[in-house]
């Protein structure tokens, strides 16, 4: 039986090492929306802060919990929408995106 | 705590971080990079959908009304917020997440101090260190670019050794509280060093450098989240995180790299410092007019403009793309040349240019544009300075020698438009301004752009092929 912080160990070396390979093939190009797509998945101390808010371990538990989420989700929300805003303006030359039906 | 044998929790957990990871895979190219946002989206969802179905969660209350209000704030600030101010929109965004995590941590080591694991702990305080200070430091960071706090660099003598004794503190407070968690009291200590840290490592560093610092600020958030990940014992935490982790430290090197600098001289070295005291001697440069200039573009077969920060100050990429239009309409080939560290954050530029409607496959990337400027008929440099100094090439003594620049100098005619002769961030003179083919267009950006497109477009029809 493994360990749970061993898990834990395991599980965040992987997901490193997979950042790095992802995130090297990111062209200069998208370095912005890359850095605000980031940001509003590192607003995953949202799950963090939903389960302090909401589990009944007290007033200063539920308090500070509710602070929490209120924090975490204006960085997931604001940083997915912005990143869609960034992306949406990206578009090839209108002859490129005529001959792909326009969909871009 | 989660039931790790609840097989539904698992899978939504998994979907979520498979979510992310092809989140960041779409967004290597700019065709699938808005599928990467939903994946992202989705993962996120499938995150809190989890969470609130299984991880323990039996009072939804306040979470709806904080939910709201964060979704409320975060909405607006998305709709509202413009393109150029994307450093500062992230760097308060890094603030919020942030704050959340270290205040979990927080939480999480006031009620369960009395029976915690020395691991457990000491990654607990790492977490709460690493979130406090990233607040702060992101606040800070956040009133440098939004013009809020002084944007020069705050230093004194002692400084390095200051925020050392800061850090090691923290660090020692760690320590002592995972050899004996029961000791509350040292609790605020260590939550008012970190966010006293935060301040004083990141006022130290000069608002130019300050997209590196989010960059290193993001890793910071995301480790911070990992940590909490481990305290809490879930897996979705960690994998985030180390996403994030990864992430915002490759692109805080990356930044280093194009500016050719180390880490150490970006965070410790006072940068914006370089003395510019030297007196500039007074060099003639020849000055034109948008007619000359239009005359010039009226012959040119490929026009490559440089944009730069002066261009994005004066919001002059709309009129930018209106000469673009113009000239491509004559059958001249326009191109933009991009360098890495045009607007100070990698690819800003790029937003910036493309939400002004310019196509990506027109924006070029320094490797690739730099030997086609041979052939190029005329550059127009918009409000960039630094990024086109030959120095930079030749010059030891230069502060920028070696960093990758854009060679405009080798196109057959330069056209550099700028408000007057002072001289960029770095405060060096620019030898590109006093070459023979260089000619200098005063004028602002968009001023500029604007008389550009009114003198082209009365320009007589394209005779020529």
């Known amino acids: ?104 | 705590m989660i039931a790790w044998g609840d097989w539904s929790l698992i899978a939504l957990y998994l979907l979520a971080a498979m979510g992310f990871i092809l989140s960041l895979k779409w967004l290597s190219h700019p065709t699938t990079a808005r599928r990467g946002v939903r994946a992202g989206e989705l993962g996120m969802l499938a995150a809190i959908v989890g969470t609130l179905l299984h991880a323990g969660v039996v009072d939804v209350r306040w979470i709806l009304i904080a939910a709201f209000a964060g979704s409320a704030v975060g909405a607006v600030i998305a709709v509202f917020v413009p393109m150029t101010a994307m450093p500062q929109r992230i760097a308060f965004s890094h603030a919020c997440g942030a704050l959340a995590a270290a205040l979990v941590g927080t939480a999480e080591y006031l009620l369960s101090r009395s029976d915690i694991e020395s691991f457990t702990m000491a990654v607990l305080g790492l977490e709460m260190v690493l979130g406090y200070l990233t607040f702060t430091g992101s606040m800070i960071a956040f009133g440098k670019l939004q013009g809020l706090v002084r944007d020069r660099p705050f230093v004194y003598r002692g400084q390095n050794v200051v925020n050392g004794g800061f850090l090691v503190s923290g660090i020692g407070l760690a320590i002592a509280l995972t050899v004996s968690p029961q000791r509350v009291e040292l609790l605020p200590v260590l939550i008012g060093v970190a966010l006293v840290f935060g301040v004083m490592f990141v006022i130290r560093i000069g608002g130019a450098d300050m997209p590196v610092v989010i960059s290193l600020l993001n890793s910071f958030a995301g480790l911070s989240g990992a940590a909490l990940g481990f305290v809490i014992q879930n897996p979705i935490l960690i994998v985030a995180g180390a996403l994030d982790g990864s992430s915002g430290f490759l692109l805080s090197v990356f930044m280093c790299r194009a500016m050719n600098r180390s880490f150490a001289n970006v965070l410790f070295g006072g940068v914006g410092q370089l003395d510019s005291g030297e007196a500039v001697e007074k060099r003639p440069v020849r000055s034109t007019t948008a007619e000359e200039v239009a005359m010039l573009l009226d012959t040119a077969s490929l026009v490559i403009v440089v944009p730069g920060y002066g261009m994005a100050a004066a919001q002059a990429q709309h009129k930018v793309r209106e000469l673009t239009d113009l000239l491509t309409r004559r059958g001249t080939e326009v191109k933009f040349a991009i360098h890495p560290v045009a607007v100070r954050m990698p690819g800003h530029m790029n937003v910036l240019l493309a939400e002004a409607n310019i196509p990506y496959d027109q924006l070029i990337e320094l490797d690739q544009i730099n030997p086609e400027f041979p052939r190029c008929d005329v550059a127009i440099v918009m409000g960039a300075n630094d990024i086109v100094n030959p120095a930079a090439r030749h010059d030891r003594a230069s502060p920028i020698f070696g960093m990758p620049i854009l060679d405009v100098d080798a196109a057959k005619c330069v056209v550099v438009v700028k408000r007057s002769m002072r001289s960029g961030f770095s405060g060096i003179d620019n030898e590109l301004f006093y070459l023979p083919q260089t000619m200098m267009l005063f004028a602002d950006a968009k001023q500029a752009a604007g008389d550009l497109v009114h003198e082209v477009a009365r320009l007589p029809a394209m005779v020529t092929a």
């Open chain 1, 1 to 104: 039986m493994i360990d749970r912080i061993e898990l834990g160990l395991w599980i965040f070396m992987l997901a490193t090492f997979i950042g790095f390979q992802v995130i090297t093939r990111v062209p200069p190009l998208l370095h912005t929306p890359l850095m605000s797509l980031t940001n509003a998945i590192s607003g995953i101390s949202l799950v963090g802060s939903l389960i302090l808010a909401g589990a009944g371990r007290g007033a200063l538990a539920t308090t500070l919990g509710a602070v929490a989420v209120f924090a975490s989700t204006i960085n997931v929300v604001g940083g997915f929408l912005i990143t869609d805003r960034m992306l949406k303006a990206f578009r090839r030359k209108p002859r490129a995106a005529a001959i792909r039906g326009g969909t871009a």
